[in-house]
């Protein structure tokens, strides 16, 4: 949240997490696991004006193993 470390977060055998996030503020997370190369997600709360009520959001993640991009120009993979 605006820059600023918030901690790790809990994961299940099957990767899945839960975010809990404030309204009107922007993260990034970074997604990393042993073997796999990190990613980025940057992640904007900002509602509608007026809007108090809103559905959970699901999101759908994969991870490339480091040795897909070996060789391979950073210019094709820097990109989150």
Same mark, same amino acid.
């Given at each position: 949240e *605006?820059n600023e470390?918030?901690? #790790? /977060?809990?994961?299940?055998k %099957?990767? +899945? !997490?839960?975010?809990?996030l404030?309204?009107?503020? @922007?993260?990034?997370? #970074?997604?990393? %696991?042993?073997?796999?190369? +990190? %990613?980025l997600?940057?992640? =904007? @709360?900002?509602?509608?004006?007026?809007? /108090? *009520?809103?559905? =959970?959001?699901?999101?759908? /993640?994969?991870?490339t193993?480091?040795?897909?991009?070996?060789?391979?120009q950073? !210019?094709? @993979? =820097? !990109?989150p």
């Amino acid at each position: 949240e *605006e820059n600023e470390y918030k901690g #790790e /977060v809990p994961v299940d055998k %099957k990767g +899945r !997490f839960l975010l809990e996030l404030d309204i009107d503020k @922007t993260y990034t997370v #970074e997604l990393t %696991k042993e073997g796999y190369e +990190r %990613k980025l997600m940057l992640i =904007d @709360t900002q509602l509608p004006e007026g809007l /108090v *009520e809103y559905p =959970d959001y699901e999101c759908y /993640v994969n991870l490339t193993p480091e040795e897909a991009h070996q060789g391979k120009q950073d !210019f094709y @993979t =820097d !990109f989150p």
